[in-house]
């Protein structure tokens, strides 16, 4: 087997949730916990969520940025909750990098990798 022959496809998808954090920090609450389904909703959990998600919505794209920056061979996705970024094209080990170097946490995104088979014999 020749050394640069590629044996399978790396796809890495980053996923950017506005509401939600992959882990919340000891004394974090996720911000929709005291909105949702709650009576006598109070102004200050509207106040709550609208400096998360000013918060949040920035930090996302200050990292789609970063990685458009990069890369340029994005899939980017824009869901309800979400935007969902994914490339076939760049290591994400690269990717990871970049973000680390700019102050950017694991628990800010959620990334998948998967790996598909190229060609037959391995």
Known sequence: ?????????QR???FFHFFEKKD???GERPPLDDIVKKKNLRPEAIRNL???????LDR???????LLEVHDDWAVTGKK???LMETETFDFNKALEVLKQNGFHDDEFILKVEY?????VL
Not at 116 to 120: A, C, D, P, Y
Request: net charge positive; aromatic share 10%; with cysteine.
């Open 1 to 9: 087997m020749h050394p640069d022959n590629e044996t399978c496809v």
């Open 116 to 120: 598909t088979r190229k060609w037959g």
């Open 24 to 26: 919340w920090l000891p």
């Open 81 to 83: 909750d979400m935007v």
């Open 12 to 14: 890495a998808r980053f």
């Open 50 to 56: 609208n400096k998360f998600l000013t918060t949040r």
């Open 60 to 66: 996302i794209a200050k990292m789609m940025e970063l």
